[in-house]
């Protein structure tokens, strides 16, 4: 199947399970409703969006397959999660002093010098103008 | 004209002047860096207005879509990237006029033809904004709501691979605004019992992971690529031979720019995209188009800058966005708890007007700021991938954690930019999901207001001339495309 088809199928799906979903949203009176409950109008609009897909479906043209997704890319996705789960162990700050060094290496920067001078200088950035400038409290962790 | 004085009044205040001089240099720098466009900065620098006030918070982020444009065309010219979509068609001639040494030559025409449409769409922006606005006065909901649908239908032809796929992301930015409690019933919809989303999906972190943090996985994909990259040795004004050669292509395509910027959701890229066959069409050299013709450069770029002001018009006017970075503003006034629209030039004619001499004056700054510092801003643009993307996610985060101080938010930019490179895998552009993300609620309301006016009756719009040529509108410009291809066979 080709990436038009794939992409058509599943907005379809995902549109199909939003419509499910609003069967399970609270039944308010007519009175209130006065007609127009809350299911309603995201039903049109998914309705709406099952047709464009189907529309998408029969009319896409013959593609060749997509090309396969870099490697890199999974890894800088897993260092963006990686990111998310350590802010709550070491804090917001020092989670982002780390990102910065392990992303700029993981995505070839060599000189260690230059990354670390790098991390250093924005998260100081960050610190200064949103904490002591804001007044904005990040996340603190565990450890710091 | 009293609020037109104080507006204008506003340049005398040094903050004022000193956010628009940081919004536009910010603007020609993000512009300048590949793969940070107009709109991304937009979206990442949008939480850090909601402290300022409208009118700072408006002077601040109109200079960035001006400048944006024009430090788009310096990496176009310089090194074949451009730093901003709507510097696309600039490249076409503008770096193989800088593969010939030509490089001071194709960026100070390029700074110059973007001042002039930049200039020439602000001054329309200030006629036609009001009037259109008192035209939309006597507006309805059934009015505003066929207004909003014909919004999203030009939603249809803002990039992606096919229209359908533009329509399908539009309503599925639509469906995300109803996430959240229903304002007549009380309902909760899509909450997943997380309290956060009650009030509905915040914009800022929608746009942060659309924008910014897609775009460090796409970054993230192209690690590879190389560039190659022109001499430059001064940027020097246009010669009056060359103002000669391109002022028709210049004044042609600001006219096209500033009308393509008007109609809702088609902005700077497409314009410019326009600009570039239509110059070539009109030009005595037509056999010179790709190979470094300076009319090639000159036509883009006014095109682009002029799209910035016509954009504007029904974003302030309306209240529909004219492109994907106007649906941003849009946003970011929505955040300050102003509702563009005809009323706001009775209720708030100074932010308008704040609007106005802001962009004025961005067009003036960065056509000194190009012609003097071209050669820095070139320089700016080579900072390493390494260097410049992790800092880009840490900004994200912080975007998007600061406003309401939640970590919820910064795990939806997260799932946002996710969604963002899977679109753009699949041939969606973000582009309409913002877009129909911001008119949601105004297409439900309105709809929901219309059919109470009608008694719950559809037919209720036949009775409304206005609603039913905008419907009308609607389906021409969806049809035409497919009608157009079935003539040509």
């Known amino acids: ?144 | 004209m009293e609020a037109f004085v104080a507006g204008m009044g506003l340049l005398l205040d040094p903050k004022i002047l000193l956010v628009v001089f940081l919004g536009t240099l910010i603007g020609i720098v993000v512009g300048a860096l590949p793969g940070i466009s107009g709109s991304t900065t937009t979206a990442l620098l949008l939480p850090f207005t909601i402290t300022m006030g409208p009118v700072p918070a408006i002077a601040f982020l109109g200079p960035i879509y001006c400048a944006a444009n024009f430090g788009g065309s310096i990496t176009a010219i310089l090194i074949n990237s451009p730093g901003d979509p709507s510097a696309s068609a600039t490249a076409f001639d503008g770096y193989p006029m800088a593969r010939r040494g030509e490089a001071g030559r194709a960026l100070g025409m390029s700074a110059v033809a973007s001042a002039f449409g930049g200039i020439f769409s602000v001054i329309v922006l200030i006629i036609a904004a009001p009037l259109l606005a008192r035209v939309a006065y006597s507006f309805g909901p059934p009015e505003y709501f066929a207004l909003a649908v014909f919004g999203l239908s030009m939603v249809a032809m803002t990039g992606g691979d096919s229209m359908l796929k533009n329509l399908i992301a539009g309503a599925f930015g639509v469906w995300l605004a109803t996430v959240g409690q229903d304002l007549t019933t009380g309902v909760e919809r899509y909450t997943f019992g997380i309290h956060s989303f009650t009030d509905g999906i915040e914009f800022i972190p929608v746009l942060i992971g659309l924008f910014a943090l897609t775009e460090l996985l796409e970054q993230a994909a192209q690690l590879k690529n190389r560039v190659e990259v022109a001499r430059l040795s001064a940027v020097r004004l246009p010669s009056w031979q060359d103002v000669k050669d391109c002022s028709k292509a210049i004044f042609l395509s600001s006219g096209l720019g500033t009308f393509i910027g008007i109609l809702p959701a088609l902005g700077a890229t497409t314009a410019a995209m326009i600009a570039y066959v239509e110059t070539r069409r009109w030009s005595k050299n037509k056999e010179q188009f790709g190979k470094g013709a300076i009319e090639g450069v000159a036509g883009p770029e006014a095109a682009n800058n002029a799209a910035v002001g016509g954009a504007m018009v029904p974003t302030l006017a309306l209240g529909i966005p004219g492109s994907t970075t106007t649906a941003i503003i849009l946003a970011g006034l929505i955040v300050q708890g102003v509702r563009p629209g005809p009323h706001l030039f009775t209720e708030q004619p100074l932010l308008l007007y704040a609007v106005f001499s802001s962009m004025l004056l961005a067009n003036l700054l960065y056509l000194v700021l190009g012609l003097g510092f071209a050669k820095v801003f070139a320089r700016i643009s080579l900072i390493p991938a390494p260097l410049l993307w992790p800092g880009v996610f840490v900004l994200s985060v912080i975007g998007a954690y600061a406003p309401n101080q939640s970590m919820a938010e910064v795990w939806v930019a997260i799932a946002f930019g996710f969604i963002g490179f899977f679109m753009r895998r699949y041939g969606f552009s973000p582009a309409p999901l913002v877009i129909g993300l911001v008119l949601g609620r105004m297409v439900e309301e309105t709809l929901k207001q219309s059919l109470l006016i009608f008694d719950l009756s559809w037919g209720g719009f036949l009775g409304r001339p206005i609603a039913m040529t905008l419907f009308g509108l609607t389906v021409l410009f969806l049809l035409a495309p497919w009608v157009l291809r079935k003539l040509r066979r």
């Open chain 1, 1 to 144: 199947m080709n990436s038009h088809r794939v992409a058509a199928a599943a907005t379809a799906a995902i549109a199909i399970v939003l419509f499910a979903l609003t069967f399970g949203f609270e039944q308010m009176p007519e009175g209130i409703t006065r007609g127009f409950g809350a299911e309603v109008f995201p039903r049109l609009v998914l309705g709406t969006i099952v047709a464009l897909s189907v529309a998408l479906f029969l009319t896409s043209p013959t593609g060749a397959p997509l090309e396969r997704i870099p490697a890199m890319v999974y890894y800088s996705a897993a260092a963006v999660i990686a990111f998310m789960a350590l802010v709550p162990l070491a804090g917001m700050l020092p989670a982002m002093f780390l990102f910065l060094l392990a992303l700029g290496r993981m995505w070839g920067e060599r000189r260690a010098w230059m990354l670390a001078l790098c991390a250093v200088v924005l998260t100081a950035l960050v610190w200064a103008v949103f904490v002591k400038g804001f007044g904005v409290q990040l996340p603190r962790g565990y450890l710091f």
